[in-house]
């Protein structure tokens, strides 16, 4: 497929990282987030999810009343 990309495994270990948590943490983009929209009972879609960084964060927010659909293509 022309222009497509696949993702170098290499940099796996990065996406759960101490130092992604440094330069992008995740419980203040959620906090962020969630202030601003009231994620509680809300559906989320969290696109190029990976591994879950901001997945199961987002799952708590949302509380039992809602859901969180995550993809990675």
Do not use: W
């Not at 796996?12 to 948590?21: A, H, I, P, T, V």
């Not at 995740?26 to 901001?54: Q, R, W």
């Amino acid at each position: 497929m022309a222009g497509s990309h696949k993702f170098n495994e290499i940099h796996m270990k990065f996406l759960d990282s101490k130092e992604r948590e440094r330069i992008l943490p995740k419980k203040d983009i959620i906090e962020f987030i969630d202030s601003t929209y009231s994620l509680n009972g809300k559906v989320v879609a969290d696109v190029g999810a990976g591994t879950g960084y901001f997945t199961f964060p987002l799952a708590e927010k949302v509380e039992t009343n809602g859901k969180v659909i995550a993809i990675d293509i």
